[in-house]
């Protein structure tokens, strides 16, 4: 079993930064990526942003040049600097990572339990 561990949300205000980590522990043999994905009360859960082991970035237009994923791969950590916050960006941010198992190299797909950021205006 692979669990996923969040912090670094709480309460900044609009134009402020927050950073946030995560890290993936348990029987990893490898990670294919790791990211981010936020829902907003009342809304579906959506991408933040993701990174490849490579280093490759997949990301909302909504965050563009404004978040900044980067990764750990030797920490299975990844993190998310977030900057130029706005009121929009307030939402439960959840950690998400996929790759394979150590042992058996069954297919994992995991999530974490989320960290709230809010954003006042």
């Known amino acids: 079993q692979v669990q996923l561990v969040e912090s670094g949300g709480g309460l900044v205000q609009a134009g402020g930064s927050l950073r946030l980590s995560c890290v993936a522990s348990g029987s990893i043999f490898s990670i294919n990526t790791m990211g981010w994905y936020r829902q907003a009360p009342g809304k579906q859960r959506e991408l933040v942003e993701t990174?490849?082991?490579?280093?490759?970035?997949n990301y909302a237009d909504s965050v563009k040049g404004r978040f900044t994923i980067s990764g750990d791969n030797a920490k299975n950590t990844v993190y998310l600097q977030m900057n130029s916050l706005k009121p929009e960006d307030t939402a439960v941010y959840f950690c998400?990572?996929?790759?394979?198992?150590?042992?058996?190299?069954?297919?994992?797909?995991?999530w974490g339990k989320g960290t709230l950021v809010t954003v006042s205006s």
């Open positions: 998400n990572a996929n790759g394979h198992r150590g042992f058996s190299y069954v297919r994992f797909d995991s």
């Open positions: 990174i490849s082991s490579g280093g490759s970035t």
